[in-house]
């Protein structure tokens, strides 16, 4: 009996998480290289947790997908609809960085080489299971079958063609510990990861400030055509690589002063947003955000320089 009940229960919730249609669409931004733009938005029940841009490249030795989004059922519906565009095979799956959002479609590649950077392959191994949890009560039914399927192998940064595109990849970090950015040499297009940012306010949960602004140079120095950041809409730089060094500038300044002033956590959340800052989507919500990751360092500096 129990066991009857405990599979209509599944049937149900199958049922449930099926019926959740991301809705995605692929914007052809170069021949032959597709983005899937997310909301500039938290994780909700509303938007399945498709906070993040995805892409992919079809070259002539197949797909090579970078980042594969939020969930199980995200990961499938790209899959899928990369199926609607070309017959060619995904031959190879990378993850940016080891947030969430960026690689918990892993499970959808079953076959496919998913790779990564050796930093983030290790944090995404050693995530604890309260940050799937926690996304599982964000996201709701969504996320049904999601786990968290670590990369298979370790991306070595370089230059590689791939089908006649020639792919560069480059290791680099101040986002997170291991950032990885792919710069398609062939059409000029610069998959950023969440280095860039545009019209959405950076996350900085493993921020190092300094080194994410020299990483931010790194890119800008390649002169790509167009830049698809982690989060906001493609765009040609310097869009991108301004208004995210803009903010990490002024974020850094901000506690700084905050810090010399003897300012609690507190205190500086209620600080007001300059206009530029307060004009980018969930700007409130990531300012208190960073100040909850980054303050007390900024605290500890002061204290030890006195």
């Known amino acids: 009996m129990i066991r009857g009940i405990a599979f209509v229960l599944v049937l149900l919730w199958s049922g449930l998480a099926q019926a959740f249609d991301y809705g ?46 939020p969930s199980l059922l995200y990961g499938r519906q790209l899959r899928a609809l990369i199926g609607g565009i070309t017959d060619a095979p995904v031959v190879l799956a990378v993850n940016t960085h080891a947030h969430p959002d960026h690689y918990l479609g892993n499970g959808a590649f079953d076959g496919v080489p998913i790779a990564a950077l050796a930093g983030t392959r290790q944090a995404i191994a ?42 560069e990849f480059l290791a680099l970090g101040g986002h997170t510990g291991a950032d990885l950015a792919v710069f398609d040499r062939s059409t000029g297009v610069l998959f950023a990861g969440d280095l860039a940012f545009l019209d959405r306010t950076p996350t900085t949960p493993q921020a190092d400030l300094d080194h994410w602004l020299a990483a931010l140079e790194t890119l800008r120095a390649l002169k790509p055509a167009l830049v698809v950041p982690g989060h906001g809409p493609p765009a040609p730089p310097p869009a991108a690589f301004d208004q995210t060094a803009d903010y990490l500038r002024w974020l850094r300044r901000v506690l700084a002063e905050a810090a010399a002033q003897g300012l609690d956590a507190a205190e500086v959340m209620a600080l007001p947003l300059p206009p530029a800052v307060a004009a980018l989507a969930v700007a409130p919500a990531e300012f208190a955000r960073s100040v909850i990751h980054l303050y007390p360092a900024f605290e500890r500096a002061m204290l030890s320089a006195k």
């Open 126 to 167: 050693e995530a604890p299971p309260a940050l799937l949890d926690g996304i599982y009560r964000l996201v709701g039914d969504a996320m049904a079958g999601t786990q968290s399927v670590p990369p298979g192998e370790t991306l070595a940064p370089g230059l590689r063609e791939v089908g006649g595109h020639r792919l």
């Open 24 to 69: 995605l669409k692929a914007v052809e931004v170069a021949p032959e290289t597709y983005v899937v733009i997310g909301a500039m938005e938290h994780f909700s029940r509303q938007n399945g947790g498709n906070i993040v841009n995805t892409g992919f490249i079809v070259t002539a030795a197949g797909v090579v997908v970078i980042d594969t989004g």
